[in-house]
C-alpha cells in the first residue's frame, strides 16, 4: 500500500512538473495566470514567481491584474524576497486604492521592510526607511487588526536605533576621544531621557570626564576634574547602587586628590 502511494505521489509530481514546463513555454498568458494561480494556492511561490513575472506586463489594466498583482507581491514575501515584497506591496497599494486587500497590503510592505533591517552594528539605512513606512501605515490606519503588530515591530526598530545611538557614543569612550565620547553620551541621554542605556552612558560621561581632566595640562585640569566631578554626582543622582560604584567612587577619590593641588 505504501508503495503504492510513494508511486502515485511520484506521478502527481511528474505531472505537475510537466504542466508548469509547459506553461512556461505557452504564449497564452491565460494558461500561465492559471498554473501561476495554482502553484501559489499549493505555496509553490518560487515557481509561481517565475510565472508572474513573465505575465504581469500582459495582465495591467486588466480585471484579473489585481489578483495577479496581490499574488505576486504575497509570493515575494512568502519566500522572503522582501526588497522585492515591498516593492511589489507599494505598486498594489498605488494601483489599487479600493481594494479590499489594500489595507493587508500596505501593512506588509512596511513589514518587509521592517524584515531588513540589519542587527544595530550594521548601516541602519533600511532600519530608518521601516521605521517610517510603519509610522505611516499606523498613522493611515489607527483602527487596523495589525495594529498591535506594527506598533510591536516600530518599538523594536527604534530601540535597535538607540543602541546603535548609544554604541556611537560610547565608542569615542573606547578609542580614547574622550571630548567626543562627552557631547555625544550627553546628546543621546537628551534625546532619549527613558533610555535602558542611561546608567552605562552617565558612566561613560563620568569615564570620559575623569580621564580628559587627569591627563589635561595643569592650565585646563581643574576646570576639567571638577566637570568630572559633576559627572560623578549625576551618575549618583541617577542611580546610588550603580554597577559601576566601586569604579565611580575610585575616580572620585582621584579627583578629590588632584583638586587639592589647587587649593589655596
Known sequence: ????????????????????????????????????????????????????????????????????????????????EYYLAAHQFESFVAGYPKSEKVEEASYLGAKSYSMLAPIYSLDQADTFTAIEKLQSFIDSYPNSTYLPEANKALKELNEKIEKKVFEIAKGYNTIMDYKSAMVTLDNFVADYPGTPYKEDALYYKLDSAY??????????????????????????????????????????????????????
Do not use: H, W
Open 211 to 264: 580621564r580628559l581632566g587627569i591627563n589635561s595640562i595643569p592650565q585646563k585640569m581643574e576646570e576639567r576634574l571638577n566637570v568630572a566631578k559633576i559627572a560623578y554626582t549625576n551618575l549618583m543622582k541617577f542611580k546610588a547602587d550603580t554597577k559601576y560604584k566601586k569604579q565611580a567612587d575610585d575616580m572620585l577619590a582621584r579627583i578629590e586628590k588632584d583638586l587639592k593641588n589647587f587649593t589655596k
Open 1 to 80: 500500500m505504501k508503495k503504492i502511494i510513494s508511486l502515485l505521489l511520484i506521478v502527481l509530481v511528474l505531472s505537475s512538473c510537466s504542466e508548469y514546463q509547459k506553461a512556461l513555454k505557452n504564449e497564452d498568458v491565460a494558461v500561465k495566470f492559471e498554473m501561476a494561480t495554482k502553484l501559489y494556492e499549493a505555496g509553490s511561490y518560487p515557481k509561481a514567481i517565475r510565472l508572474f513575472e513573465q505575465i504581469a506586463p500582459a495582465y495591467r489594466g486588466k480585471p484579473q491584474a489585481e489578483k495577479l498583482f496581490y499574488m505576486y507581491s504575497q509570493a515575494y514575501y512568502k519566500t522572503r
